[in-house]
């Protein structure tokens, strides 16, 4: 018993540092996970590398395709609304909770991520970009008072991520999330709960102004 423990505890812990991986964009949407590649980049052996897998696509960060194998998932654009539409609203509610809790040291944090964000962006490092954007969001709702209701926003953002991936490649795109930020950690200064609001939804809905015919969305 104690060894399934372990082994558990093992997945669980491979599962997370593959996924964050994932989200900081050191794989492709489009390409299928090459099982020999984990077993190098996890350090554990093939039976491991399956069950993280399996982790992962029941969290529907992977899709499993017979016969070809595992790929991280992608959204269909209907998709995308839903998972946006279910954010706002979530993520609405917890902007009171933030704006309560959040102290000055907070509020210094915040901006330091707003500043690597910006930084990353200047720099055109792709993945600095994507991973100074998870920090940003990561710090803001570490102030969210609802651990439940963090989860959740946690686990969206995830999907969220995924799924606007292409959009971090176009400048503009990534300008107006740098500009938000910003005005985000000024709200916050301020105390302001309804600019707050506008700049979350604005920023949770600006994917659909870079959405082209040839990007999916």
């Not at 104690?2 to 082994?7: A, E």
């Not at 489009?30 to 399956?50: G, I, M, P, S």
């Not at 962006?121 to 940003?136: V, Y």
């Not at 005005?183 to 916050?188: D, H, I, K, P, Q």
């Amino acid at each position: 018993m104690k060894d399934k423990k372990i082994s558990d505890h093992l997945i669980i812990e491979m599962s997370d540092l593959l996924q964050h991986k994932i989200q900081n964009g050191e794989f492709k949407g489009c390409e299928f996970l090459r099982q020999n590649e984990l077993e190098k980049l996890l350090d554990v052996n093939r039976f491991t590398v399956r069950q993280v897998l399996g982790e992962l696509t029941n969290r529907n960060v992977l899709e499993h395709i017979h016969y070809r194998g595992h790929r991280i998932r992608e959204h269909s654009a209907e998709e995308r609304e839903q998972i946006t539409e279910t954010r706002v609203l979530l993520e609405l509610g917890a902007a009171s909770q933030v704006l309560a809790r959040i102290d000055t040291q907070g509020l210094t944090l915040l901006s330091e991520h707003a500043t690597n964000f910006a930084k990353a962006l200047s720099e055109g490092d792709h993945k600095k970009l994507i991973k100074a954007n998870l920090a940003f969001h990561q710090h803001y709702y570490s102030f969210c008072t609802n651990p439940f209701l963090c989860d959740l926003i946690n686990d969206l953002r995830e999907q969220g991520i995924r799924v606007s991936r292409p959009g971090w490649l176009n400048i503009k795109a990534s300008e107006h999330a740098r500009d938000e930020h910003f005005a985000m950690v000024e709200a916050l200064q301020n105390k302001d709960l309804l600019s707050l609001k506008n700049l979350i939804y604005q920023h949770l809905y600006a994917w659909k102004k870079y959405v082209t015919k040839d990007q999916p969305a």
